[in-house]
Structures are given as structure tokens and as C-alpha cells.
């Protein structure tokens, strides 16, 4: 089992930028691939962005493609979401997940461990 911590969430103004970060802790980080979802009120969680195992393939949403930046580091057992140029729309809970496969899913019921989860607001 791997335990999931986000911190880095906050309020920021359109046009800005914030770094999720996601420290993992429990079973070998690095056993398989890792994503980013997000839910706003009212909506069903989406998929945000995803990272291999290896690091070497990302995914992303179309809505954030050229915006978001998806990268891992297991040394220090984390992934990290970098967010530019943020709109109102991007306003949600970021959720980080884990899977045991080494390529990411778009899909929330292929990750099997979830984080709490950190608000992210965009004010216009």
C-alpha cells in the first residue's frame, strides 16, 4: 500500500501559477505509474495529467495540454504537477493516485491509492 500526501494547493489569480506536489510513502514509490485527477463541486473527478513508471511518457487532458507539466522524482519518492497560466475553470481538489502498472490510465478506477487531496481556486 502507498500512502499519498498533496501539499502546494492555494488561491491564485488567472494567468498564474502553482506546483502540486504529491510525497509518497509505503510501498516502492517507483512500482508503477502515478496521476493527477481533479473534482469540482458538483463534477465528477477528471483526469488531469499522468506519468509512467520510468518517467519517460506523460498524458495529459486537452484541457490543460501546453499548460500543466506532469514530472516525477523517486529519489525523493514525489510527483509534481506545475500549473501555469491558470484559468477560473482550473478551480477544483487535486487528487494524486498511484497504480501497480507501469504505464498511466485516464480512467480513476485503474489507480488503487488516493490522496486527501488540495484545493486549488483561480479567481478571475
Known amino acids: 500500500q502507498v500512502q499519498l500526501v498533496e501539499s502546494g494547493g492555494g488561491l491564485v489569480q488567472a494567468g498564474g501559477s502553482l506546483r502540486l506536489s504529491c510525497a509518497a510513502s509505503g510501498r516502492t514509490f517507483s512500482s508503477g505509474a502515478m496521476g493527477w485527477f481533479r473534482q469540482a463541486p458538483g463534477k465528477e473527478r477528471e483526469f488531469v495529467a499522468a506519468v509512467s513508471r520510468s518517467g519517460g511518457y506523460t498524458y495529459y487532458a486537452d484541457s490543460v495540454k501546453g499548460r500543466f507539466t506532469i514530472s516525477r522524482d523517486d529519489a525523493k519518492n514525489t510527483v509534481y504537477l506545475q500549473m501555469n497560466s491558470l484559468k477560473p475553470e482550473d478551480t477544483a481538489v487535486y487528487y494524486c493516485?498511484?497504480?501497480?502498472?507501469?504505464?498511466?490510465?485516464?480512467?480513476?478506477?485503474?489507480?488503487?491509492?488516493w490522496g486527501q487531496g488540495t484545493q486549488v481556486t483561480v479567481s478571475s
Open positions: 493516485a498511484s497504480r501497480n502498472y507501469i504505464f498511466g490510465s485516464r480512467s480513476t478506477y485503474d489507480y488503487s491509492n
